[in-house]
């Protein structure tokens, strides 16, 4: 049997075939990493840290008692920005969100912070967090700060969740290759019935091969075969 198969050649193996079960392995393996969110959060938990910086910047650290004109502390606002993250929500509405959060947080004891955190006028924006809780209306220098601070604050807000987004989808696909790895090399395990050293090689490297693959399997796949059509019209 191992004659048989040392003497088949590169040629006769069907590579769109084979990228497509690579393709699958690397599938495979994002899955297995997606399943450690069952366990606090797992891998979803990389790049939270930068949210948290952001808020952080703009909330206080305090207790319950302590909230002022505020409807939630950093806690509490930590906790819900963090189960929007690991139920994985569109980025775009985490943000509108978190910058909800903020605005609720902004009173006359938290504007000299915020605005320490946007560059804007520490007085103008205090004046702008006492008139909003009376409901007075805003004169136009106000006006403008508010203007400024929610384009800053919406700034800073994609930052950190562009940046967090970035980390948590490359310690994915980082994690995602050993797991691949170990995967392959289970399969080749299994499928000869022992360890086979001269194979662990090609497993290796079909497990690192599997996760950068894994998103455009199908697509190359069909180039390949596309390819390969094309070269038999030339030959006849």
């Known amino acids: 049997m191992l004659q048989v198969a040392h003497q088949i050649s590169i040629t006769d193996l069907d590579l769109s075939k084979i990228v497509l079960a690579v393709g699958s392995l690397g599938t495979a393996a994002y899955g297995v990493v997606d399943v450690s969110k069952g366990f606090g959060g797992g891998i979803s938990n990389r790049g939270f840290g930068d949210i948290k910086k952001i808020i952080a910047a703009f909330i206080p650290e305090r207790s319950d008692t302590d909230l002022g004109a505020s409807a939630l502390g950093l806690t509490s606002v930590l906790a819900t920005l963090r189960a929007n993250w690991l139920n994985g929500m569109a980025l775009a509405d985490q943000k509108s969100v978190a910058k909800a959060l903020i605005k609720l947080n902004l009173n006359t004891a938290t504007a000299d912070r915020m605005a320490r955190a946007t560059g804007v006028d520490a007085n103008l924006l205090g004046s702008v967090a006492k008139k909003l809780s009376t409901g007075d209306a805003l004169k136009q220098e106000e006006t403008d ?13 994609d930052q950190g969740y562009q940046r967090a987004d970035q980390r948590y989808r490359n310690s994915a696909k980082l994690l995602a290759v050993p797991v691949a790895v170990v995967l392959a090399l289970l399969g080749v395990a299994a499928l000869n019935g022992k360890w086979m050293w001269d194979e662990a090689w090609k497993a290796t490297l079909c497990g690192i091969l599997a996760t950068p693959l894994a998103p455009i399997a199908k697509d190359l796949s069909s180039a390949i075969q596309a390819g390969a059509k094309v070269a038999q019209s030339w030959k006849s």
């Open 145 to 157: 700060v508010y203007g400024r601070f929610d384009l800053l604050l919406t700034a800073l807000l």
